[in-house]
């Protein structure tokens, strides 16, 4: 979609009235801009911890390698996530060097330029560091991302939702609740914000997510429907010295939402926020 400038302080005002009166559906939200029909993006960064979904596979330093490619708006997506630093407090210590989290998935761009995109996808993610539990290497998920631009240049207002029928926790001895028969499912509402005005590149988001019982029980051990985190965050990306090369840093904060869902995590030791701090290279060939 076509993003030009906004300002910085215009963009907040509307995020805030914005997610201040949204009811939330959907748990997190692809910030990233796609663009087609072709394009590919190889990234590498240093995290100072693994955060996935509201809680840490990692807390310490991790590596995270990327890799977008679209042709004909068929999109493919490969993430994988490496400890640098050790962390020996997990149910199954992780050791430098070992893979946390890994995840691969394909999705089809659907766009009306200057108006909206729609991604239906679909992806599949394993976390070869956790014990055995639900989804451990059973978390696929079919859904969409939408994303609609409002009127006002730069701000765009968006939603997610995903369904795990693979999985059914009925079946299972890591039983859920929150209906669905037992299968996993997940939304999200939000927006995003650009602010491009060569050589600045910023992009913010904001999301505020949701789940079914059976999802919040591979999270948290929580079996009860209801609201996860409110995530926002913002990306800078700036060009680099290296032709095609592009310097970005991230900065994202994680909140959850509902007081029980703090008490359960405060019980286990685990804060309910989470700051997350990232820097890193991409690449992007010039066509």
């Not at 795990?164 to 939000?190: M, Q, T, V």
């Amino acid at each position: 979609m076509k993003t030009l400038a906004i300002s910085p302080a215009f963009a907040t005002a509307c995020l805030v009235s914005l997610t201040a009166v949204a009811y939330a559906e959907t748990e997190p939200l692809e910030y990233e801009l796609q663009k087609g029909p072709d394009d590919f993006v190889l990234s590498g960064e240093l995290l100072n911890k693994d955060y996935d979904q509201g809680v840490i596979r990692n807390d310490n330093v991790t590596a995270h390698a990327g890799i977008t490619a679209r042709y004909f708006d068929i999109g493919l997506h490969i993430d994988d996530y490496m400890a640098v630093g050790s962390d020996p407090n997990l149910p199954r210590p992780v050791k430098s060097g070992e893979t946390t989290q890994f995840s691969a998935g394909l999705d089809y761009l659907i766009e009306w330029t200057n108006l909206f995109q729609i991604l239906p996808h679909y992806e599949w993610e394993t976390y070869p560091n956790l014990p055995k539990q639900p989804y451990k290497d059973q978390e696929e998920w079919i859904g969409a991302d939408g994303w609609y631009e409002l009127p006002w240049q730069g701000l765009e207002a968006g939603f997610g939702l995903d369904y795990n029928p693979f999985y059914n926790g009925e079946l299972d001895k890591f039983r859920g609740g929150g209906g669905l028969s037992g299968h996993a499912f997940r939304s999200s509402i939000g927006a995003r914000e650009f602010f491009q005005h060569a050589p600045l590149d910023l992009a913010f988001w904001e999301t505020i997510n949701y789940g079914n019982g059976e999802y919040k029980n591979f999270l948290i051990g929580d079996n009860a429907t209801g609201f996860t985190t409110f995530d926002i965050g913002v990306k800078y990306t700036a060009p680099f010295y290296i032709n095609e090369f592009w310097t970005v840093f991230r900065l994202e904060v994680h909140y959850w939402l509902e007081q029980k869902d703090r008490n359960i995590l405060s019980a286990a030791g685990k804060d309910t926020t989470e700051v997350i701090i990232g820097f890193g290279f991409e690449w992007r060939p010039e066509n």
